[in-house]
């Protein structure tokens, strides 16, 4: 009985010895599975976070293009008044019996050049005596235009309170290589009268205050 008994000891020892690794195995095996689960670097959400913050990164911010603002040029509305408007012959021979209209005239002074450029009249006026002419210029300017020109009256003229009451009429004069220039500006035109024959303000004042009568 003892023999026969003997030899089925060690092989209940090694069912278990087997058991035991076998269950070792296992739970090795599950360890390195969760290891390997487990990384930071492979999960989902960290690679979405990543992948949006380079996206947003990469894509620069729109920035607003600034809208220019449309300059506005010194200009001029053509003049649809003809001379014997800006002044009658009763205006004209009230200053001077011996003017009347200067045939083919053509300006030469600046302001009346000027008046020419922006689309505005220009008449001149003929002494029949003396040959002297006197030359008158309307100029219907936009705000631009006009406030250059009155720039340059200010600083290269005198103020003539006499030829209309600020702001509704503005009067200058100035008197330059040897001719006399008077100007006004109304709310609507400038008016320019010159001549050789000027030599202060009041020279031109009776025409200037009929030119400008005539215009309101």
């Not at 003997?6 to 269950?23: F, I, K, Y």
């Not at 035109?189 to 205050?209: C, K, Q, R």
Request: aromatic share 6%; hydrophobic share 35%; glycine share 8%.
């Amino acid at each position: 009985m003892t023999h026969t008994l003997s030899p089925r000891l060690p092989r209940g020892r090694l069912l278990r010895s087997t058991l035991l690794l076998a269950t070792g195995t296992v739970a090795v095996v599950a360890l390195a599975g969760c290891s390997s689960g487990s990384n930071p670097g492979s999960s989902p959400s960290a690679t979405s976070t990543s992948a949006a913050s380079s996206a947003a990164t990469a894509t620069p911010a729109a920035t607003e293009t600034p809208t220019p603002t449309p300059t506005v040029a010194p200009a001029g509305t053509p003049v649809s008044l003809s001379c014997d408007q800006v002044l009658t012959l009763d205006d004209i021979y009230s200053f001077n019996p011996n003017y009347g209209s200067a045939p083919d005239f053509d300006p030469t002074i600046a302001t009346g050049k000027t008046a020419a450029e922006f689309k505005g009249l220009n008449c001149g006026l003929l002494n029949q005596s003396s040959g002297e002419i006197i030359e008158v210029s309307v100029t219907q300017p936009n705000d631009v235009l006009r406030s250059q020109l009155t720039n340059e009256a200010v600083s290269s003229s005198q103020i003539v309170p006499t030829y209309g009451t600020p702001p509704a009429v503005e009067g200058y004069f100035s008197a330059s290589g040897g001719t006399g220039v008077a100007q006004v500006f109304t709310s609507t035109y400038w008016i320019t009268v010159g001549s050789s024959a000027f030599f202060e303000p009041g020279d031109a004042e009776a025409l200037v205050a009929a030119a400008v009568s005539n215009l309101e």
